[in-house]
């Protein structure tokens, strides 16, 4: 199996080199035949890529100690599942899906656009294959997974147990979907730039691929922090952590570029701007994958440390000026076919999405390098912490969250005094009466005040939209039901987005209470004693001590009265892993949670004592759930949105305004 | 129609200096210098009473755990030796021997009080070092 693997990726690799010659050959010679054999190839690439994966994973669960992969991520107590998601627990494993990834994507854009598109498409598929020449080159020269031990261990080191756990499991592949994801559109971008088909063509594939890869990086986010928030037992599921932030900055980015992309299809704007963009998204995706990857900026969970750094930073660096280079080449043709008219627009109001969007980036780009920075320019090292973060984001994220709620109801061109009344007045009025409601329950945090009145407003523009549309059907003589579903069903794009501002509206009040609101306590009880906290009441009924194949566990069991009222038994742990020998993490803290959609009961075993005493740490994290339920109302809007039409004829066909036709309506495609 | 672009150069200047002015104040204002224990004991006058944050290897034996959750403990760079002082969640992996990362004030008794504690495993993730011992049980 093994030499199955690392034969099959060797030939991968090759044979990306020749889809790379092959595509540019044949579509410089108008040979396309060759672009054909290229395609193949790419294809070809794919079906290694799998006999590899499936070597590994085989490999894996049958526990083969004598590859080095093997022996340093699995056990024999380990469980099954965990072999397998072992594929994706270390480094060479990751790369390996990495390029696994990639190369479905590539046979997917080579199947859905054959003799498609001739001239752009032989260059989207050079540049997918330059990027799999890198990926499938690490793995295949540096860091194979493959690799063999001199010797054969009885044992293997094992898998960390915090990542032992179901999120963990499926976290770092909806992470990987979306960063890979990212490839694509920019493969678009490039291959629009060198072939010099700068049309609409590039802009309507990287849309789809776009937000594809947002939704998963999106989930993937959020999965992440719930499994921080799960497993890392600090009480919180955001740190602004290095390599959280090398998630969330190409996130920031593609959502601007989701965004900014509509100018480009509705009015031919913003077309240097969005080749910029995604260019952008595509070198924080690697950035990202380099930080979580090289191990360069010190982080709590830092899983990997190797030298590929250095391999990573100079791809970087060959990617932004080879791509910058020809953006300059080409940017005589990316010239605007309409000018901006007001600052009251909804062109406007976009522009000023897009910029705060890589505002944000860039702040946390520039919070997450700056140890680096520092000690390069003034030999100190210094870091800026979650603090930095908070003080920076907070304010774009509101103003964000306004825009969230002008940008769909705005007027395209110019928004006249009326249309604002009509639009607005409803909506503000909801954010006022929500202030006025919550200074009467005694909220006084002006952060909290000003996000929860921007998501009430938020929420009022989203069912005005929604209510209009609906009723306009009404009276065209359908029932309520029906009319709200052939709303949303002839309008995917638009009516799935507001789902999705929904969705973010959910999270942002699940963050906003649950950072602002926090109550947390500390106390160390015999058995018998009780600790109070807000309206609940713990007692501590003693300790208890159990034994299973892998780990020694001590329970904390506590019962939890709200008002005076038994309600519920709350058993927090703590473990001591086996195989101490093979293992350098052996103990792990698994929290209590007692999760409603109010608050958060996050219950800790900080120690236990010989007297039999334990020391409880309890926290109220209130609306936290709010953030999982956002995320699952976010996925469900982007579905919608992504749900092929049935109606191609209709959807392929855009609507774009020019300066002549001047009462345009509102609604376009 | 000039009037209209300068509305935007407007607008979009007052973004980014909103958000430079955001990264300079919060760079400012919460930034931290990170230390080895040679380099605080080096600063020592100075830097009582400023946030810093130190990183060193806990010396075996040292930690000492307080029925009440805290903990006090030292770590080294091998020359020097900082006592420290901490209060709060304990991450799992931190004992004797692993890199401890420590954010707080050096107070002028020298005792390092903490109220950030990290802990990194002892060696490189990927290292294969554990396997080496099991290597005279195998075959």
Same mark, same amino acid.
């Given at each position: 199996m093994v030499e199955t693997g690392s034969i099959s990726i060797f030939l991968a690799f090759i044979i990306s080199i020749y889809v790379l010659a092959a595509s540019i050959y044949g579509a410089k010679t108008r040979k396309w035949d060759f672009v054909k054999s290229a395609e193949n190839g790419a294809i070809a690439v794919l079906f290694l890529l799998v006999i590899a994966t499936i070597a590994l994973v085989y490999s894996l669960i049958n526990l083969d100690f004598s590859l080095k992969y093997v022996a340093l991520n699995t056990s024999t107590d380990l469980a099954m599942i965990y072999r397998f998601t072992s594929l994706w627990a270390g480094q060479a494993g990751s790369l390996l899906l990495w390029c696994l990834v990639l190369s479905v994507y590539t046979a997917i854009v080579v199947l859905q656009s054959r003799n498609k598109d001739r001239q752009l498409m032989p260059y989207v598929l050079a540049t997918l294959a330059t990027v799999s020449i890198f990926f499938i080159g690490i793995i295949t /020269? #540096?860091? +194979?997974?493959f690799e063999k031990l001199p010797f054969t261990p009885q044992e293997g080191r094992g898998l960390n147990p915090i990542l032992q756990n179901a999120y963990m499991a499926i976290h770092p592949l909806t992470l990987y979907f979306g960063y890979v994801g990212v490839t694509v559109p920019f493969a678009f971008g490039m291959g629009a730039l060198l072939s010099?088909? *700068?049309?609409?063509e590039w802009i309507r594939y990287s849309r789809k691929w776009a937000l594809f890869a947002w939704t998963f990086l999106s989930i993937g986010l959020l999965l992440g922090a719930r499994w921080a928030y799960l497993e890392l037992g600090w009480g919180g599921y955001w740190a602004w952590d290095p390599v959280e932030n090398a998630a969330f900055m190409p996130w920031l980015a593609a959502t601007a570029f989701i965004h900014s992309v509509m100018i480009q299809e509705k009015k031919g704007m913003l077309k240097k701007w969005n080749m910029s963009l995604i260019i952008i998204t595509f070198f924080l995706s690697i950035f990202g994958t380099f930080i979580t990857r090289s191990?360069? =900026? +010190? +982080? #709590?969970? +830092? /899983?990997a440390q190797s030298d590929i750094g250095p391999l990573f930073l100079g791809f970087i660096a060959f990617i932004l000026l080879f791509s910058f280079a020809m953006f300059l080449y080409r940017m005589n043709d990316l010239e605007t076919e309409n000018k901006f008219d $007001? =600052? *009251? $627009?909804r062109e406007s109001a976009f522009i000023f999405n897009n910029l705060l969007f890589l505002g944000a980036a860039f702040a946390v780009f520039l919070g997450t390098i700056f140890p680096i920075l520092s000690e390069a320019v003034t030999g100190n090292k210094i870091l800026v912490g979650p603090p930095y973060f908070n003080r920076v984001n907070v304010p774009i994220a509101l103003v964000l969250i306004f825009l969230m709620g002008v940008g769909p109801l705005i007027s395209w061109r110019k928004a006249s005094f009326k249309n604002l009344v009509k639009n607005f007045l409803y909506p503000i009025l909801l954010g006022i009466i929500t202030v006025i409601v919550l200074l009467a329950l005694g909220i006084k945090d002006t952060v909290a005040l000003i996000s929860f009145a921007l998501c009430a407003f938020v929420t009022g523009t989203v069912f005005t939209e929604f209510f209009r549309g609906t009723r306009v059907r009404i009276k065209r003589g359908e029932n309520f039901l029906l009319a709200f579903m052939r709303l949303v069903s002839r309008n995917k794009r638009r009516y799935g987005g507001y789902i999705v501002h929904i969705g973010i509206v959910l999270i942002v009040i699940g963050v906003t209470a649950s950072s602002v609101f926090v109550t947390e306590k500390q106390s160390t009880l015999a058995r018998g004693e009780s600790m109070e906290l807000r309206n609940y009441s713990l007692r501590f009924d003693g300790l208890k001590q159990y034994t299973t194949d892998a780990k020694n566990a001590t329970i904390a069991n506590l019962t939890l009265f709200e008002g005076g009222k038994e309600i519920d038994i709350i058993s927090p742990e703590k473990n001591i892993y086996k195989y101490e020998g093979n293992r350098e993490i052996n103990q792990e803290t698994e929290v209590a949670l007692r999760s409603t959609y109010k608050d958060d009961l996050y219950i800790i075993l900080s120690s236990f004592n010989e007297d039999g005493s334990a020391t409880i740490r309890v926290m109220i994290n209130p609306l936290v759930n709010w953030i999982w339920a956002g995320g699952t109302v976010l996925l469900l809007g982007a579905i919608v949105t992504m749900w092929p039409s049935g109606r191609k004829s209709r959807q392929e066909a855009f609507v774009r305004y020019t300066v002549s036709d001047h009462d345009a309506p509102v609604k376009a495609s | 129609m000039l009037k209209g672009k300068l509305k935007f150069i407007i607008a979009i200047s007052v973004i980014a200096l909103t958000v430079s002015y955001l990264v300079y104040g919060g760079v400012k204002d919460t930034m931290v210098y990170y230390l080895t224990v040679e380099e605080l004991k080096a600063q020592v006058p100075t830097v009582y009473d400023s946030r810093v944050r130190v990183s060193g290897t806990v010396v075996p034996g040292t930690i000492i755990k307080d029925t009440d959750g805290s903990i006090v403990f030292q770590i080294t760079d091998g020359a020097q030796m900082v006592d420290v002082a901490y209060e709060g969640i304990i991450p799992d992996i931190f004992a004797d021997d692993v890199e401890a990362v420590v954010e707080g004030v050096y107070a002028k008794n020298n005792v390092f009080e903490a109220d950030i504690l990290l802990a990194k495993c002892p060696t490189k993730y990927e290292s294969t070092d554990s396997l080496y011992e099991n290597k005279e049980t195998s075959y």
């Open positions: /020269f #540096v860091e +194979s997974p010099g088909k *700068l049309g609409d191990g360069i =900026i +010190s +982080s #709590v969970h +830092s /899983f $007001s =600052i *009251l $627009s | -």
